[in-house]
């Protein structure tokens, strides 16, 4: 199941953030974080939809905010496969598990940033933004 | 005696089971007995399932309210991000709303708050807080804290770490040493978030043993709790008659570098118990105590062999270069497998001083000794 939420009007200046997330809380933590004139969020809730949202939508976003551990396919196995595409995206990793082998092995894939929940709002917002900048 | 009136509908079949030879009678007993269990246990799954459906539906309408009032009069306040969380008045009114007079519903609320710290922190966390005290959920708590079930009180430790709320010492330090093990183990995760002076105080009061996978946990709570006061590990060392709490303070000593700690870990090699000894010499091992040395070389063939090991492990550990010579004996002569191979891994260690003897021993070992030595001079294998 997709949600997609869309908010504000200009599209086409709007990022688009894929979120990855089994949590049912998270999404509306980060839809009510990033504000809706700027971001459009698409999230879907295990790795198997984002693979499916990436292919339909040939890999078309700004950036992706991703957890580890999610059922069918968790977070690595979507970090390798979107760095392996001709044009990565870049990608931030929010998860429960901070123990130094998942950071290692999560910026040994291609991470461009890691976040350990919980979250503070202020500090996902600037990464997110500094990643968007950077990558325009 | 007892004149009991049956119904007449009955009549017939109190004279069959009258008129049956006692074989048949205590088979249909048996049935009866069988039969009335099998009816009640399905009366009890049906009535379950009805409550819990029952409850699915009202949390179903009630979880996206809360969800909502969450997120509108807390995440989206707009002196959340700006404005210290006790300083920001929240909009209790609106919680009103929910039928917060039921102890299920009040259960929901506390139950979201809590999932939704455990997504952000910050402001927000400490508004989520603000409301969850000023909701006065926290009474519900206490009072499952003074419950008789251990569940209810597991609950009720959980919700406190979750909210970081203060608890008196004497509520909780009874429990660290609860002969239920669940209860334990929330006991001590608690104690040592919410305990601000002496989070380690359970240490002194600890009869029961720690068993491994409370240890795994105990370090785990300890090295992710923020603000810790983290003591010198050498007190239990030296005067816990608790075992596994020795052998537990050891790994904490090792786990935050404790160099102050060494005395009293030296001090345990005269311990009788020789798991403990072991557990100081790999302690010492890891702590990379080059004085120790000389004395775990002294005490080496008086030792079993578990400390054996532990003592060539922790002469690679510390790798001083200084008893290679020690190292290539045992490697050599010594009739024990473990043994050659900790000697062998350590002369390894050694390589920056060891490299002539490593290459001496690889062209005239015995063909299973330069097995050993290539599987330790593989980097790929730890172990």
Known sequence: MFIHIVYGTNAATMSKILLVEDDEIMPKIVARILPSSEYELDHVSNGKEAFEKLESTQYGYDLIITDIMMPYANGFEILSKVKSQPRPIPVIIVSNAGNEDMVMEGFKLGADDFLKKPIIPAELMIRVKRLLMKNK | ?383
């Open chain 2, 1 to 383: 005696m007892f004149d009991i009136q049956l119904p007449a509908f009955l009549e017939p079949f109190i004279n069959i089971f009258r008129s049956a030879p006692l074989v048949i009678q205590l088979a249909m007993i048996f049935i009866v007995v069988a039969a009335g269990g099998t009816l009640l246990a399905y009366f009890s799954i049906l009535r379950n399932r009805y409550r819990g459906n029952r409850r699915d539906k009202r949390l179903a309408k009630l979880l996206p309210k809360i969800d909502n009032l969450i997120i509108d009069e807390v995440l989206t306040h707009p002196e959340a991000d700006t404005v210290p969380a006790d300083q920001v008045v929240l909009n209790l009114d609106a919680f009103q709303e929910l039928p917060l007079d039921k102890k299920w519903a009040r259960a929901a609320l506390t139950e979201r708050i809590i999932h939704f710290r455990r997504n952000v922190r910050g402001n927000m966390g400490l508004l989520l807080r603000s409301l969850y005290m000023q909701l006065e959920l926290d009474k519900d708590a206490m009072k499952k804290m003074k419950a008789g079930h251990w569940e209810k009180k597991v609950q009720a430790l959980i919700e406190f770490t979750s909210m970081d709320m203060s608890v008196a010492d004497v509520t909780i330090l009874p429990l660290t040493n609860s002969r239920n093990r669940e209860l334990r183990a929330a006991a001590r995760h608690a104690y040592i978030k919410l305990s601000k002076n002496e989070p380690f105080k359970f240490f002194d009061v600890v009869t029961e043993p720690l068993l491994m996978w409370d240890q795994v946990e105990l370090l785990r709570i300890i090295s992710t709790t923020e603000d810790i006061a983290i003591p010198n590990f050498a007190r239990w060392v030296t005067y816990s008659s608790n075992k596994s709490v020795v052998s537990f303070c050891l790994k904490l000593i090792v786990h935050y570098n404790q160099l102050p700690a060494v005395p009293a870990v030296i001090k345990l090699l005269d311990t009788k118990d020789h798991y403990l000894r072991a557990d100081a010499i790999n302690c010492l091992g890891k702590l990379r105590v080059p004085d120790v040395e000389d004395k775990l070389v002294s005490i080496y063939s008086t030792q079993p062999l578990h400390c054996q090991i532990e003592i060539l492990k922790a002469l690679g550990r510390i790798s001083s270069g200084r008893h290679i010579e020690f190292l290539k004996l045992e490697f050599l002569h010594s009739t024990d497998f473990d043994l050659r191979k900790s000697a062998a891994k350590s002369l390894v260690r050694n390589d920056w001083i060891a490299k002539q003897v490593i290459e001496e021993l690889m062209a005239t070992a015995t063909p299973e000794n330069l097995r050993i030595l290539k599987h330790c001079m593989n980097p790929l294998i730890k172990y």
